[in-house]
């Protein structure tokens, strides 16, 4: 008799423990935590209209707005913008994945990033390009809306994610300096 009055004891105390456990803050204490913008404000940039179609590209080189192509992952350094990047076509840096290489190019305008295209990315088997077809386009789509290099990555394309945010990147310094 005693064990079921100590288990009945032990249940009943761990219900009020678990359903007394404040899961999220009050209303006072999240209004005077610091919000983290940074991500936010990325993804409020507004993107001017795009020249050419978020679909991968599979040629070497793309050409920029001046007709030159630019392969040399420098940019045609133009006018900074009140965003810091320079007006031009930045290629970034192959990045190894262990399907096979990822490199993004750039075209900023006015400051803003206005075309992505992906020069390189791996398409040796089926399930790469069936994987590719689908990621690419929402990789570039988010960074088109977001205008940086912070975008969440693709599941299911993990390794072409980590090499286009890793080349993203790298394209994106090349205009900011």
Known sequence: ???????????????????????????????????????TDARHIASAPRAASPSPSPSPSAASPSGSADTGGTGAAGATSRTGLSDGTFTGSA?????????VQITVSGGVITDVQTPAYPDHSSRDRQINQDALPQLISETLSAQSAQIDMVSGATYTSTGYLDSLQSAIDQASA
Do not use: H
């Open 95 to 103: 990045v190894n994945t262990r399907y096979g290489a990822v490199q």
């Open 1 to 39: 008799m005693k064990r079921i009055v100590y288990a009945l004891l032990a249940t009943v105390s761990g219900l009020v423990l678990l359903f007394s456990y404040r899961t999220s803050l009050p209303e006072e204490a999240a209004a005077a935590a610091p919000a983290d913008t940074t991500l």
